[in-house]
């Protein structure tokens, strides 16, 4: 799309000493500076980005925004220049809402999705809703863009100058509806604080990214900001408050003056689960809608996939469609990409899936969930990430020996550390019976090798994911490939 220079003041910043310049583009990445552009030198975890002032200058960059620790680290740089600076308490938060001002345009109707599991299922199901409905709609996260418009996305919550780009692209390509996922990363470092939202949902609360955050408390806080901070108080917040952590998010929101739709088993929910039957393909499920009983077929592997899907028809009520609608599209739902996915069939009727699971929480609940849709033994494959939270590692290892009959660890993203020492702590957890197989192609074929008819084996922690990333480099790997690539060849199909 096309952008014309806008003034400072256009996007609520005052430089100083009160040069209004006008702007051509936003950075943050001093190499992506051209001539008139706004450089945003932010707070970063090993570097602050004033820093890089000096090369955002021989750039052409004509104004700078900053904080007062940026300030003070980029004035030498700035000494003797004409370039417009803006110092202000939070740049992050200041960056975003100039964002949503510069880019300027978004899809009329927005929610956002937090919580450590199931944030892509919500997005996804949310956005298949409204297309079943005859909306344009897309969903943003960990998968990239999706619907009807696509793109790549290097980040669940993209940083503020590429999210409002996008939101502007998606606008302007007739994109009216759009779910979002809202990471703590995002949530912390205010990428969606210049984000109009509608609606904001709450999934679970559960251990992760504690290698980022200082504590669980800190962790929580970051996701309790979509609702505290970023929902504005005329919106409706969709809470599961089966999750310890639901009921005192709804009695914030609440305070806040936003509507509450709560989603779970109690009675005081509006949309209440009531009970669920399972088989080989799918689930039945019956809820309440504020006390009227309905019935929907979903063809969804995993118990936990319908607190996913009432939490999406939540969302989509939240933003005026008629309830009765929402539900009749709900059997059109279709698997998440890397979520409890279908990725081959055994001749014997075994069943291959594949799953993102790569916490505690989420093995444990991936494969608790998977149990009653088998009649034989389950197997499952299990590795954890490098250069990521420490603890939870023989954590994940022991969930999936409690939860499954043959347990296989593997390597998953080993990043920058020793792949034997990932390893070396999941054995740790998951105990002696646990066997270990350090290549994920090797242990995806012994996974398959050892089901026998009616087995399932249930491959975890990579999910959608097509490459493994292995020091800095990231090669081809693909769970739901090699899983079809390991049943043909042992089929003796290949």
Known sequence: MALTAKPLSALGLTARPGSDVAVTGLSVDSQLVKPGHLFAALPGTK????????????????????????????????????????????????????AALFFGAQPDQMVAV???????????????????????????????????????????????????????DMAAAGVTHAAMEASSHGLAQRRLDGVVLRAAAFTNFTQDHLDYHASFEEYFDAKAGLFTRVLPEEGTAVINTDDPKGPGLAALAKARGQQVIRVGHGNVCEIQLQGQRFDAAGQDVRFLWHGGPQMVRLPLIGGFQAMNVLTAAGLVIACGAEPKEVFDALPQLMTVRG??????????????????????????????????????????????????????????????????????????????????????????????????????????????????????????GKGHERGQVIGTDVFPFDDAEQASIAVAALDGKI
Do not use: Y
């Open 114 to 168: 937090t919580g450590t599991n199931g944030k892509t299922s919500v997005a996804t199901f949310t956005r298949m809703i409204w297309q079943a409905l005859g909306f344009d709609a897309a969903n943003i996260g960990t998968t990239g863009v999706e619907g009807a418009f696509t793109a790549p996305s290097a980040h669940t919550t993209p940083e503020p100058i590429t999210l409002h780009r996008l939101l502007a």
């Open 339 to 460: 979520r409890m996915q279908l990725a081959a069939t055994r001749t014997n009727g075994a069943a291959v899936f594949v799953d993102f699971a790569h916490t505690p929480d989420a093995v444990e609940t991936a494969l608790k969930a998977l149990r009653p849709h088998v009649l034989g033994r389950i197997v499952a494959i299990v590795g954890a990430g490098g250069d990521r939270d420490r603890t939870k590692r023989p954590l994940m290892g022991a969930a999936a020996s409690a939860h499954a009959d043959q347990v296989i660890v593997t390597d998953d993203n080993p990043r920058t550390e020793d792949p034997a020492s990932i390893r070396a702590a999941v054995m740790a957890g998951a105990g002696p019976e646990a066997t270990e197989v350090g290549d994920r192609a090797e242990a995806i074929l012994r996974g398959v090798d050892a089901l026998g008819p009616g087995d399932a084996l249930l491959i975890m």
């Open 47 to 98: 570097v602050h980005g004033a820093t890089f002032v000096a090369a955002a200058l021989e750039r052409g960059a004509a104004a700078v925004l900053t904080d007062r620790s940026g300030e003070e680290s980029a004035r030498q740089a700035l000494a003797g220049t004409s370039v417009a600076l803006v110092v202000v308490e939070d740049a992050r938060l200041a960056l975003s809402c100039a």
